[in-house]
C-alpha cells in the first residue's frame, strides 16, 4: 500500500527526534523558503490542475522537510505546493492562496510564531480544505490546543505515521 511505502521513508527520521541528523534518504526538493513545488504550472500563484492532493508545509526543520515532501509524493496524488517556515510566512502565503490548496500540513515550533497561529488563521477556510498538525511534541494539552484552534487532526510525527498519511488519502 502507498501510505506504509511513505511511512518507511519516513519512520527513521522522526523516530530520531532530538538527535543530530547524519542522513538523508531522497533529494532536497525545496530550499528553505516559500517556494512554488510545481514547476509544470505556468503560474504557481494558482492551484495546478494537474495535482491530485495540494499540500501548504509549515514546518521549519529542512531535514523534515526533505523526507515528508517524497513521502507525501509516493502517496501517488499528494503535491507540496509550497513550504514555510514560520508563521507570518504561512499566513502571508495562505492569504495570498485563499481556496488553492487542500490540506494544510503544520508543525507546532517554528523558527518564528507558532503552529497555533496558523491553525486559528485556517479557521475560515473552504470546507474542501483540512489542517492537520504534525509534531514532536505529542502532549494531550498541544493536542486538545490544536484541535480547539481548528486542526482536523493532530499526529506524533514519531508514532502516528500511518495514521497521518491514512488522512492524507482519505478525501472525505
Known amino acids: 500500500m502507498r501510505r506504509s511505502h511513505a ?5 527513521w527520521a522522526f523516530s530520531c527526534s532530538g538527535v543530530r541528523w547524519d542522513l ?4 532536497s526538493i525545496l530550499p528553505s523558503h516559500i517556494l512554488s513545488a510545481h514547476s509544470h504550472c505556468k503560474d504557481s500563484n494558482y492551484r495546478c490542475e494537474m495535482a491530485g ?3 501548504f508545509l509549515v514546518e521549519d526543520n529542512k531535514q523534515i522537510r526533505d523526507h515528508l515532501i517524497p ?16 508563521e507570518g510566512e504561512a499566513i502571508a502565503w495562505l492569504a495570498h492562496h485563499k481556496g488553492q490548496w487542500d490540506l494544510a500540513v503544520v508543525d507546532l515550533f ?7 497561529g496558523v491553525v486559528r488563521w485556517c479557521q475560515g477556510r473552504d ?7 504534525l509534531t514532536n511534541y505529542p502532549t494531550e494539552a498541544m493536542r486538545k490546543a490544536s484541535l480547539d484552534a481548528g486542526a482536523d487532526e493532530f499526529f ?6 500511518d495514521e497521518f ?3 492524507c488519502l482519505d478525501r472525505g
Request: proline share 0%; glycine share 8%.
Open 53 to 55: 492532493l495540494s499540500v
Open 110 to 116: 517554528l523558527a518564528q510564531g507558532s503552529g497555533l
Open 165 to 167: 498519511f491514512e488522512f
Open 156 to 161: 506524533d510525527k514519531s508514532t502516528e505515521l
Open 71 to 86: 513521502a507525501l509524493a509516493d502517496l501517488g496524488s499528494a503535491s507540496v505546493m509550497a513550504v514555510a517556515e514560520t
Open 24 to 27: 538523508v534518504i531522497g533529494d
Open 127 to 133: 470546507r474542501h480544505q483540512r489542517v492537520a498538525v
Open 7 to 11: 511511512s518507511a521513508h519516513l519512520s
